[in-house]
């Protein structure tokens, strides 16, 4: 089964080689994690393809957590009619675990991949969608943390492309991966090596 991708690119071009010696129509990589050989360029050396930490499923389901806990809470303290209680409870107990359901669908389809000319981050249940950009045409990075990243260690690895001469683009982020700074530390160093390759 083909997986059809929307691709957004920055600073690259269209990729038409397969990743040679590849099993399955896949490249196997050391991270355990695995890329489609037709996303690979002729020649193109994957540095890492990681997911999310196993906390973004929990992160990610955290306000629907609260809010079917906010609902458990008003109807065993009698806030909400008793003959609904039960009703009430069961409903609660079903939204926290579709958005859970959920969540994990969104984990288990997201991929960050760092190669030796680009970045890429493919997420989507239902419809995949690539984003890519050239190492050298990122300006800017960044490390960031909201209070649940830094409670489980994880952390959110930012990059700012430039979409063309003088004009930046959006920032593009792989969310709540795990080591953030040692992740951060390899995609600062393939940058300087893309832009320096004989240094």
């Known amino acids: 089964m083909k997986l059809r991708l929307t691709s957004h690119r920055v600073g690259t071009q269209s990729m038409v080689a397969h990743s040679e010696g590849a099993a399955g129509g896949v490249a196997r990589l050391a991270f355990g994690e695995m890329v489609p050989a037709h996303l690979l360029d002729g020649g193109e050396i994957v540095h890492f393809s990681i997911r999310p930490s196993p906390w973004f499923v929990a992160l990610e389901s955290m306000r629907w957590f609260a809010f079917a806990g906010m609902l458990i809470s008003m109807a065993l303290w009698g ?20 958005r859970m359901l959920w969540a994990s669908l969104e984990w288990v389809s997201r991929m960050y991949v760092l190669t030796n000319r680009r970045v890429m981050s493919i997420h ?48 593009h982020s ?5 080591r953030p700074h040692d992740i951060h530390d390899k995609l600062r160093h393939a940058i300087e090596r893309s832009r320096n390759p004989g240094g």
Not at 128 to 157: H, P, W, Y
């Open 79 to 98: 806030v909400i009619d008793v003959n609904y209680r039960d009703y009430v409870i069961k409903l609660a107990i079903l939204i926290a675990g579709s």
């Open 174 to 178: 792989w969310r709540t991966v795990a």
């Open 124 to 171: 989507g249940v239902f419809r995949a969608e690539l984003f890519e950009c050239a190492l050298d045409r990122i300006q800017s990075t960044q490390v960031t943390a909201n209070v649940g990243e830094k409670m489980v260690r994880a952390g959110t690895v930012s990059f700012q492309p430039m979409q063309a001469e003088g004009v930046l683009g959006g920032m």
